[in-house]
């Protein structure tokens, strides 16, 4: 029998849960397809990339220090650690780095002390002494719990290779030793990320305490044990109880992670309460502080929410981690409730907040994302830089894409007795318990989504198709019969019951003209704007199809206009869009003046191509937005 493998989300059997995530190796992504595309960069280009970096950065330098193999000064932040794990998740989940997973998975052995701690800052003899005794800074429980997901991959992905046995040793031994000093201990780390990967190591090695220290942990949290810090407690979600709390807050990346965290602990303990408030808080998330593209982040200060609607496009922080960090919650709500909105902020943003932190090459990165870039904007410093940086002072965001990417594929579709669940479409197999299908798409630029049957039992299944919210016209046959769609389901996917046979094909399309999208009222700094979006896709303005001298602050939409959907089968987009654009004089007005003196847009419209959000700044650095002035309707 072959080898079958997990993914990264494996409730145990006896879990609370609506869905069950199928074998990673169930599924498999085609490359000329664009998730597969995506995955194929991920393992040629993202992967060998970040390990160049780690070493050219001292990241593994850092490692070699403790086994006495190198005397360079430490490098980097000192929780520079995490990007070695995450690095070795990526390798482990893609099996494409084999050589750098064994080397790393010996370094950490030999690095580890006796009593199985490993972080190369405190194990240096200056910061021994602070071991454990600054959480609320230290993260020191935050790359433990990156060290345990590496081990998990090892353990789901090549149990029997001796790099995953070394690992899954390693990390059980430091989990070990958190078990001993916190099972009964009211701290907490500044920064959540242990208590999923605890959930996960239980669900591994079905250790309980594993799993009773992440719940710890999660209901530490909220009592103020971490101080007020430079920020306040609301920073590290330390003001309220988690299960008191109504609205989400603070730093972004630590209040979905630690979501993710009581999601997991809220299935495999059946406490039902605590699922109820990771729902709601993602609700107070999606409901006023989340960009169109999925990202989530308004203040740049303390990479943290801001106040219920603010979202200016030009301030955006939107972190990369903290769009994976969404993607990654929805994925868990969405097996423990099946409410199909969680797949449709996974379809957002992945192909829009994620899509676009990462250059078209694979090698450079966004640690923000803005959704609008000013003319003459200084994009020379890091945090908010106008093109992608090959690496950051604090790189955690391109070893986060790494691993993301690498186990993309679990996220497509869930399965059981009653049949298979397809929830991102993309072009591949699916094959689980008797059942295989052939999907074939170029979705999202194409309506069009063929699923063909190539392994069935002989009893009848249920084939379940998700409808996105987006979506108003949807068409179906099966074996070329139109099929009954109306619209979306009720619930969000149309389920196809009945006895099937191999070469049984169903094509299912998702009519997707372009839109204008305009936000909330409240959202003071879009009002009188409107975004473009096809499916899935947001598209944006860029300053490298502007006619010359166009400035594109300037710029206002012809709304009487139609917007038109070009295809191109080379270059940099398969699809842009068309739209009419009206110049308004900007150069030598005042800053401030009466509005009845205000000049019209004027001069004869110029027909300007938009482009996916998610591949801006791959020709040059410049300005580009998203949402765009609206013109007045000519009578």
């Given amino acids: 029998m072959s080898f079958v493998s997990h993914g990264p989300v494996v409730p145990t059997p006896t879990a609370l849960g609506r869905l069950r995530p199928l074998p990673a190796s169930a599924v498999r992504l085609t490359p000329d397809g664009l998730l597969g595309g995506w995955q194929a960069r991920n393992a040629g280009a993202t992967l060998p990339h970040c390990v160049e970096q780690l070493g050219v950065h001292g990241n593994l330098t850092n490692l070699r220090r403790l086994t006495g193999d190198s005397s360079a000064a430490f490098a980097g932040m000192w929780f520079a650690d995490t990007d070695v794990h995450k690095t070795l998740e990526a390798a482990f989940w893609s099996g494409a780095a084999p050589a750098f997973a064994d080397e790393v998975s010996a370094l950490l052995e030999k690095a580890q002390d006796p ?23 230290s993260h020191e429980m935050y790359t433990a719990g990156h060290l345990i997901q590496a081990a998990v991959a090892a353990a789901r992905s090549a149990p029997d290779t001796i790099a995953a046995q070394q690992v899954v040793a390693v990390a059980r031994r430091f989990a070990d030793l958190l078990v001993q000093r916190y099972a009964v201990s009211a701290e907490v780390d500044g920064h959540p990320e242990v208590e999923t990967a605890l959930v996960e190591l239980y ?78 808080l ?73 899509a676009g932190s990462t250059a078209a090459d694979g090698t450079a990165f966004f640690y923000s994302n803005p959704l609008q870039m000013r003319t003459g904007h200084d994009g020379s410093h890091e945090d908010a ?87 108003e016209d949807v068409r179906l046959t099966v074996n070329g019969t139109p099929a009954p769609a109306r619209g979306r389901a009720q619930d969000g996917y149309l ?86 654009l009206r110049a308004r004089p900007g150069g030598g007005a005042p800053l401030y003046q009466d509005l009845q003196r205000t000049t019209p847009a004027s001069g004869s419209p110029a027909t300007v191509t938009a482009i996916p959000y998610f591949l801006w700044a791959n020709r040059s650095p410049g300005p580009m937005r998203v949402w765009i002035p609206l013109g007045t309707r000519e009578a």
Wanted: charge should be negative; glycine fraction near 8%.
């Fill in 115 to 137: 009593d199985g701690y490993l972080d190369s800052w405190y194990q240096d003899p200056e910061n021994r002494a602070k071991q454990f005794a600054e959480l609320h800074y």
């Fill in 203 to 280: 669900r591994v090695t079905g250790h309980r305490p594993y799993l009773d220290l992440a719940g710890r942990f999660v209901g530490n949290r909220g009592h103020g044990v971490l101080g007020e810090g430079r920020f306040g407690p609301a920073y590290y979600q330390d003001h309220l109880p988690l299960r008191d709390t109504t609205e989400v807050t603070g730093h972004v990346v630590r209040q979905v992670y630690l979501l993710a965290g009581a999601v997991d602990v809220a299935v495999e303990t059946g406490d039902r309460e605590l699922l109820e408030a990771a729902v709601r």
């Fill in 282 to 354: 993602w609700d107070s998330a999606l409901d006023s502080r989340t960009y169109l593209t999925g990202g989530q982040g308004s203040r740049h200060r303390d990479e943290a929410y801001g106040d219920p609607y603010e979202l200016p496009p030009d301030r955006a922080y939107a972190e990369t981690c903290a769009a994976i960090g969404n993607f990654q919650l929805a994925w868990r709500l969405l097996l423990a409730t099946g409410d199909v909105r969680y797949a449709d902020e996974m379809e957002r943003v992945l192909h829009n907040g994620i």
């Fill in 385 to 471: 830089p106008s093109q992608r940086l090959t690496w950051y002072s604090c790189a955690c965001c391109p070893p986060n894409l790494a691993r993301l990417m690498a186990s993309l594929h679990a996220y497509l579709a869930t399965g059981g007795p009653d049949g298979l669940q397809l929830h991102l479409y993309a072009a591949g197999t699916i094959a689980d318990s008797g059942r295989a299908v052939e999907v074939t798409t170029r979705y999202p630029w194409d309506e069009d989504v063929t699923v063909t049957v190539t392994e069935s039992p002989a009893e009848p299944w249920t084939l379940s198709l998700r409808v996105p919210a987006w979506c």
């Fill in 495 to 580: 389920r196809l019951h009945r006895t099937w046979h191999p070469g049984d094909q169903v094509r299912l399309t998702l009519v997707m003209p372009p839109r204008l999208v305009t936000a909330h009222p409240r959202v003071d700094a879009t009002r009188g704007t409107a975004a473009l979006v096809r499916g899935p896709v947001v598209y944006c303005l860029e300053q490298a199809d502007l006619p010359a001298g166009a400035v594109l602050e300037d710029l206002e939409l012809d709304v009487a206009a139609p917007v038109l959907v070009a295809y191109h089968s080379s270059g940099l987009a398969p699809v842009t869009l068309q739209v009419r």
